[in-house]
């Protein structure tokens, strides 16, 4: 059976920029890719894959990996030793969404930093920093999110990683870049992959966000890391044969669905100004593709407006008893936006 065509799809997905479904293009191009087994490092579309992200990212080479848990872990266990902390903002997906891994499978302890929308100092690092002593994990990653994701998709500039890049090479640490949606702050900031990537020891991308691949992420670093990493991608089960179909589609959301996140930023940029113009609504600034809003008592709770959307084929994440996340992505348009917005203004009252 065909699948449904982008025009019959009877929800306006808000929930997450993971929700898309790969498009006719992306499809044909998984198709048509050829394809060999991986683990004899054999797929051409594999290997075209992972030199582009290399090339991209400015470092020596990458490696293909099923999910972007899995690359952060690859890194994460490449870089320490049982027994080591990481230093990251307790707004990182490290700590709230990985389901304690990096405890679980690397043995190591988070040292969580504060800071506006996800981000932090040099300053609150050096703060946090251990001294050389046995009684002492030792301080071995930083890690920094961009976006960051429930910082309110916020975008780090260049200049602030650079700082706190400067910083950890002083303190002895690595650096690894948690860049699920590197792209988005890419193409919000006008800043070039490698100008980010050039901080970092390692660094990931997920392609099954908003650029709209079905499966996949990479990881990125020098040889030595990657000799390292790919024999943990081995032991973590995430070694895969034929992955080249699933590599094309990466390949595809490469070539063709990087410009356009500035659509998916300017709608979320609509909604949040639509949204704001309630008193019951108080919008987070909004700077990429996420929408963060809070409600107003007065407007109901937070579920109660999840389920109401959801009754007009709407579909949002209530994040706590106040608070909601919209996120826009490749199956959200201009109509949609205005739609989704008159739905939740009129759910809540005036
Ligand atoms: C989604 C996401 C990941 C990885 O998620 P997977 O679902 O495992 O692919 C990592 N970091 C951030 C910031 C994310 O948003």
Redesign the pocket.
């Known amino acids: 059976m065909p699948h449904p065509p982008d025009s019959d799809r009877p929800v306006i997905d808000l929930r997450s920029d ?1 929700v898309t479904q790969p498009t006719d293009a992306m499809r044909e191009a998984m198709m048509s890719a050829p394809l060999g087994d991986d683990i004899f490092s054999d797929d051409p579309t594999v290997n075209a894959l992972q030199d582009r992200v290399a090339k991209m990212f400015g470092m020596d080479a990458a490696l293909f990996v099923p ?3 899995m690359a ?1 872990q690859i890194a994460i266990r490449s870089h320490t030793e049982p027994g080591d902390e990481i230093i990251c903002h307790q707004l990182s ?1 490290i700590y709230l969404y990985e389901a304690g891994a990096p405890a679980a499978i690397s043995g190591c302890s988070l040292r969580l930093l504060n800071g506006d929308r996800g981000m932090f100092t040099p300053d609150d690092l050096r703060a946090a920093i251990r001294p050389v002593d046995q009684h002492f994990p030792v301080s071995r990653l930083c890690v920094i ?1 961009n976006t960051q ?1 429930r910082g309110g998709g916020s975008v780090w500039s260049v200049d602030q990683i650079a700082k706190i890049s400067e910083a950890s090479r002083e303190l002895g640490l690595k650096m690894h870049l ?1 860049g ?2 590197i792209m988005n702050a890419c193409v919000a900031s006008g800043t070039n992959v490698k100008d980010y990537a050039q901080h970092f020891d390692s660094t990931t991308i ?1 392609f ?2 908003g650029l709209g691949a079905p499966v996949g ?1 990479a990881v990125a670093g020098n040889k030595t890391f990657i000799n390292r990493a790919r024999r943990f991608r081995k032991m973590f089960g995430g070694a895969m044969r034929q992955s080249g179909i699933l590599a094309a589609a990466a390949n595809h959301a490469l070539d063709h669905h990087v410009d356009r996140l500035k659509e998916d930023h300017e709608n979320a940029a609509t909604l949040a100004k639509r949204l704001s113009k309630n008193p019951k609504i108080k919008v987070d600034p909004c700077e990429t593709n996420i929408v963060y809003f809070d409600l107003n008592e007065s407007a109901g709770t937070a579920p109660e407006l999840e389920a109401k959307l959801l009754q007009n084929n709407v579909r949002m994440l209530a994040l706590g008893p106040q608070r909601l996340r919209a996120v826009t992505h490749l199956h959200i348009t201009n109509a949609d936006i205005d739609h989704a917005a008159k739905i939740i203004l009129e759910s809540i009252g005036t």
């Open positions: 993971t999910s972007g848990t952060n997906h999110e994701n948690d699920a949606r997920c099954s966000k992420s």
